[in-house]
Every structure is written in C-alpha cells, then in structure tokens.
C-alpha cells in the first residue's frame, strides 16, 4: 500500500512537471511569433500583436468611449538604445498600401466616425477624435536613455455616428513611431 501510494505520487509529480514545461514553451512560442521587431536609429518598437503596426476596423459597431476602452488593443513598446534621451512621436496614418490592395477606397469610414485612446505607461488613457488629430500625431514624448515605455492604443467608431450598425465599411491604418530627427521605426 505505501509503496502504491509513493509510485503513484512520483507519476502525480511527473506529469505535473511535463505539464508546466510543455505549457511555459507553448506559451513563449506564440508570444515570440506574436512580436514583430521595428527599428530606427535610436529607437526599437516591439509590436506585441500579430497585426504588428497596422490597425483595421473591419466592422461598424458604434460604441460609447467606456465600452471602447475595452475594444481590441494594440500594444507596443518604445525603447531607448541611446545613452541621451530621444524624443518621439506616435503618429496614425491611413495604410495607403492595404486600401489600394483591397480597393476599398469607396468603403473606408470617415476619421470623424473614429474614436482613439493611447495610455501611456501608467498614464490615463487619452482618447481623440481621429479627424482632430494635427497630421496624425497621437502622443508625443521624450524616452530616457536606455528606457522603455509601454503603449497601448484602441481604436471603435463613435456612438453618434450616422454609419449603419453592421455595415461594411472599413478603416486600415498604421502606427509610426517616428524619432525627432523624422526617422520612422521600420521592420527589420
């Protein structure tokens, strides 16, 4: 019976064992696929997401700011390799390449329908009109030398617009991060 009972214990705890190792590798298998690398001069931006650096809005589902601050999340990394501080911008810009790919130039939806938050590190969340934005810029900061900050960006459409619910209207943009001297963080 005692020895039953160790020799079960012993299975118990390899399995066990074989569980957590197979699901930490599953785990950092898919995040690593799941991370897309830019760079610029000074700076490398990690895209957390597996739609890297572009934003899409594939359905009109017009929601108030709380519910939208919930919608799906697009979230970045900005580091400095520089042992200076490096001042930065986040810009949205629309995805000239992905709208002549789709021809979908007919069915985009207006800036002014689109609602957008960035939160910061542990700042609160800022949230804009697209159409307000000057030249697209959404947040502009200074990162400390050999620092990184945290971004979170969301993006719905606006509870009082007049698109139908449901409709196929679409939005496909891009986020650049773009350092003082105008370098854009590119994929490597």
Not at 52 to 70: A, F, N
Not at 89 to 97: A, L, N, S, W
């Amino acid at each position: 019976m005692k020895k039953e009972l160790i020799k079960n214990g012993i299975h118990v705890g390899l399995i066990l064992l074989l569980a957590i190792i197979s699901t930490y590798y599953i785990y950092y298998k898919f995040q690593n696929d799941r991370e897309t690398d830019f760079n610029s001069e000074s700076l490398d931006v990690i895209y957390h997401d597996s739609t890297k650096d572009r934003i899409e809005i594939t359905k009109v589902t017009p929601v108030t700011d709380s519910v939208g601050l919930s919608s799906n999340a697009y979230s970045l990394t900005v580091k400095n390799n520089l042992t200076i501080g490096v001042n930065y911008t986040i810009k949205i810009v629309d995805d000239t390449e992905t709208i002549k790919e789709d021809e979908c130039g007919e069915s985009t939806i207006s800036k002014e329908n689109i609602r957008i938050s960035i939160k910061a590190g542990k700042e609160k969340n800022n949230i804009y009109t697209l159409s307000e934005l000057e030249d697209g810029v959404l947040y502009s900061n200074k990162i400390d030398a050999l620092k990184k900050e945290n971004i979170v960006i969301r993006a719905w459409i606006d509870k009082d617009t007049t698109l139908v619910s449901g409709s196929n209207m679409h939005y496909h943009g891009k986020i650049q991060v773009i350092e003082n001297n105008g370098i854009i963080a590119i994929n490597k």
